[in-house]
């Protein structure tokens, strides 16, 4: 089986770090990858204001001809070690999938490989970012009304981008489909998460489509666990449903993290 990562962040972010490609790439030959994808946070639909404080959540619009061709001489360069993909994190952003989907009919072709992930929620008349803080996750729950309806939200959001028409560009990988969970130990799931979640891999399997195994979560404080969690992972197993590992890596000694671990959570 292909050693891949793919799901790796790059210097366009404006809130990873300023770590060139070439030591992402280093670090993916390093730990003895086959082949990696890029997937920076594509530029937000337009007319969608970024509700972040720093609005630094995805990269800028205008860099992304360069972010493109930067990819092509990198894959060039390092083509006898090893694959690159070109991809992008995809926000789904309720209310926007028609300015979601000119973005990708416009700019689609130039990807190999992408993922569709889900962090903004809306509440009220304002959209919140879900992973920010914690002290925004509190903040949509108390907008919400319980964590239980931030749950049903989430999921049903969730459920929503899977079901999108976005063109024949849509990416077809959920990313990080247990996000809700990233402060589980601040805020523990409430107990009809487990079915929610489990009407995402309905919509999942219906499509067809394959799952961000994603190891970000296990580096964060106030979560611990991968995304899917594990008990979905191996509901999804069960089921059939493909996993794409992705590290989330936004500095690149984080490519591959836990990658040695991930049989260990099939289990
Ligand atoms: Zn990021
Ligand atoms: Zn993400």
Same mark, same amino acid.
């Given at each position: 089986?292909?050693?891949?990562?793919?799901?790796?962040?790059? +210097?366009?972010? +404006?809130?990873?770090?300023?770590?060139?490609?070439?030591?992402? !790439?280093?670090?993916?030959?390093?730990?003895? *990858? $086959?082949?990696?994808?890029?997937?920076?946070?594509? &530029?937000? &639909?337009?007319? *969608?204001?970024?509700?972040?404080?720093?609005? /630094?959540?995805?990269?800028?619009? #205008?860099?992304?001809?360069?972010?493109?061709?930067?990819?092509?001489?990198?894959?060039?360069?390092?083509?006898? /070690?090893?694959?690159?993909?070109?991809?992008?994190?995809?926000?789904?952003?309720?209310?926007?999938?028609?300015?979601?989907?000119?973005?990708? /009919?416009? =700019?689609?072709?130039?990807?190999? #490989?992408?993922? %569709?992930?889900?962090?903004?929620?809306?509440?009220?008349?304002?959209?919140?970012?879900?992973?920010?803080?914690?002290?925004?996750?509190?903040? %949509?729950?108390?907008?919400?009304?319980?964590?239980?309806?931030?749950?049903?939200?989430?999921?049903?959001? @969730?459920?929503?981008?899977?079901?999108?028409?976005?063109? &024949?560009?849509?990416?077809?990988?959920?990313?990080?489909?247990?996000?809700?969970?990233? *402060?589980?130990?601040?805020?523990?799931? +409430?107990?009809?998460?487990?079915?929610? *979640?489990?009407?995402? @891999? $309905?919509? !999942?399997?219906?499509?067809? =489509?394959?799952?961000?195994?994603?190891?970000?979560?296990?580096?964060?404080?106030?979560?611990?666990?991968?995304? +899917?969690?594990?008990?979905? %992972?191996?509901?999804?197993?069960?089921?059939?449903? &493909?996993? !794409?590992?992705?590290? $989330?890596?936004?500095?690149?000694?984080?490519?591959?993290?836990?990658?040695?671990?991930?049989?260990?959570?099939?289990?």
């Amino acid at each position: 089986m292909l050693k891949r990562d793919a799901h790796i962040h790059t +210097p366009y972010c +404006p809130h990873g770090s300023q770590d060139p490609l070439e030591a992402y !790439v280093e670090e993916a030959i390093k730990k003895g *990858f $086959d082949c990696i994808t890029f997937t920076e946070h594509a &530029p937000l &639909p337009e007319g *969608f204001k970024d509700p972040v404080p720093q609005k /630094d959540s995805s990269m800028d619009l #205008d860099k992304l001809e360069s972010y493109f061709h930067e990819l092509n001489t990198l894959k060039k360069s390092y083509a006898s /070690d090893l694959a690159i993909y070109t991809g992008l994190e995809v926000d789904f952003i309720r209310g926007y999938e028609q300015e979601t989907k000119d973005f990708l /009919d416009r =700019y689609g072709s130039n990807l190999d #490989d992408s993922i %569709l992930s889900l962090h903004f929620l809306k509440a009220d008349d304002s959209y919140i970012c879900l992973d920010y803080s914690e002290e925004s996750f509190q903040q %949509l729950i108390h907008l919400k009304g319980s964590i239980h309806a931030l749950y049903e939200s989430y999921t049903n959001d @969730l459920i929503a981008s899977i079901q999108a028409e976005l063109g &024949p560009h849509k990416p077809t990988r959920i990313g990080h489909m247990t996000l809700a969970r990233k *402060f589980q130990e601040a805020f523990p799931a +409430p107990k009809e998460a487990e079915a929610l *979640f489990e009407t995402v @891999l $309905d919509a !999942v399997e219906n499509k067809g =489509y394959t799952l961000d195994l994603n190891t970000a979560g296990l580096r964060k404080l106030k979560c611990h666990e991968t995304y +899917p969690n594990q008990s979905l %992972l191996q509901k999804a197993y069960q089921r059939g449903i &493909p996993f !794409v590992y992705g590290s $989330d890596a936004h500095v690149a000694k984080d490519v591959g993290a836990h990658y040695d671990d991930i049989h260990t959570f099939l289990k």
